[in-house]
């Protein structure tokens, strides 16, 4: 039952943390009303998870034994071009909002785009949803004895936990102060996103598509990626007791770039300018008195 | 939306990933069987010759899927129940490569050593 409790844990909570988020960010910044759409696309992810569990599972050919694989590959670093916007997005709006007064988004702050959380919401979903489904399913199947009703039983209370997790973050989330909410939230956006960019080029390694590359360190000693602390953090943010190269260079060159992009100086913020109001003309004081001449 | 250079940027990339990887199969690529059986692999040590790719022929013959797991490897593939899926590996340096079937990893266990 503990087994299967920290496998379902892992998986879902990198879906709620990011969920977590996501609604903490448009909760923060006065877009309640956008919640629908990180909804839908959970939901969406959900759905298609089942989907593809089912695919695999009953179809046949070519396309059904290559297809997770290059699926799997397109939405990782999908993910990683989402949640880099998303991390410039909410640099822009906190940009517009002083100190610790939260506005309402207005029509003309970008809300046009702002179903992509929909879509960032998807991909976290997806991304490791078809695999959680299959695990849940095989559970089911094999579950003939009070041990295996006992594993499916763990299985679930991971998921129920890990959203618990989610909703914890999300919670926090409000606590925080709102300069202090935008700097740890784009931090942490900027270290998922570069353990997917890095998990996304190790995975095209494994397929083939890139050379394979050396190991350039072995920190197995300090902490093993097979762990159950150790594969948290492989899931979260990438982390690989004995990385290849590429794997190395990916993480730093995304860190790095995005980091500039995302936590520069900006230039001087283009208020609309206070100061200059344009008044009519002051009436002449001679002409009124003359009435209506 | 049809004309957004991001779209054909998707197709481009995803037709790029489907011909890298189905291109990358030689005629005469090794095959090697591995099945799945009560939670097991067999074998669970597998030889493979250093520095050419080979393919793994994966039957899961239980009754729940599974999934097949090299961290080393960074290859993760999960086989339905019953199916027998082909597995296109890269080619290895020398060396000894753990993998497991997490949906079972407590007794689902092996390695490829590439010599």
């Known amino acids: ?293 | 939306m049809t004309r957004s250079p991001w779209m054909w940027l998707g197709v481009l990339g995803a037709a790029a990933l489907i011909l890298g990887i189905t291109g990358g199969a030689a005629a005469q690529t090794a095959e090697i069987p591995l099945t799945i059986e009560k939670n097991r692999f067999d074998p669970e040590e597998i030889r493979v010759k250093a520095g050419a790719p080979f393919v793994l022929v994966i039957t899961n013959k239980d009754g729940a899927p599974e999934e097949f797991e090299s961290r080393d490897l960074r290859i993760e593939k999960v086989i339905p129940a019953g199916k027998t899926l082909r597995l296109r590996m890269p080619a290895l340096k020398a060396g000894t490569y753990s993998f497991v079937g997490e949906y079972h990893e407590k007794t689902a266990k092996g390695k490829i050593i590439a010599e």
Do not use: N
Request: net charge positive; glycine share 12%; charged share 15%.
């Open chain 1, 1 to 293: 039952m503990g087994a299967t409790f920290v496998i379902t844990l892992r998986e879902a909570f990198e879906a709620s943390l990011l969920l977590g988020i996501i609604y903490g960010c448009l909760y923060r910044i006065g877009a309640r009303a956008s919640f629908h759409w990180v909804t839908l696309g959970a939901v969406l992810g959900l759905a298609a998870s089942l989907a593809m569990g089912l695919g695999v599972s009953f179809l046949s050919g070519p396309l059904i034994e290559l297809g997770p694989d290059v699926v799997g590959a397109a939405i990782m670093f999908l993910a990683v071009v989402l949640l880099t916007w998303h991390g410039w997005w909410m640099r822009q709006h906190a940009r517009t909002i002083k100190g610790d007064v939260e506005q309402h988004v207005s029509a003309a702050h970008g809300s046009r785009r702002i179903w992509v959380v929909g879509l960032i919401a998807f991909t976290g979903v997806f991304r490791e949803g078809a695999e959680t489904v299959l695990f849940l399913w095989g559970l089911m199947v094999e579950a003939t004895s009070a041990a295996g009703w006992g594993s499916v039983v763990g299985g679930l209370a991971g998921v129920a936990v890990a959203a618990i997790l989610g909703w914890a973050v999300f919670r926090g989330g409000q606590r925080v102060s709102l300069p202090r909410f935008f700097a740890w939230t784009t931090a942490l956006i900027l270290l998922l996103a570069a353990g997917l960019f890095s998990t996304g080029v190790g995975r095209l390694e494994g397929l083939g598509l890139l050379p394979i590359t050396d190991p350039v360190w072995d920190t197995s000693w300090l902490l093993s990626d097979k762990s159950v602390v150790g594969s948290f953090l492989t899931g979260l943010v990438g982390y690989r007791a004995r990385p290849s190269l590429f794997e190395v260079l990916a993480y730093w060159v995304y860190l790095i770039g995005a980091g500039t992009l995302l936590f520069r100086r900006p230039p001087a913020p283009r208020r609309p300018p206070l100061a200059r109001i344009d008044l009519p003309p002051a009436p002449d004081p001679a002409s009124s008195r003359r009435g209506t001449q």
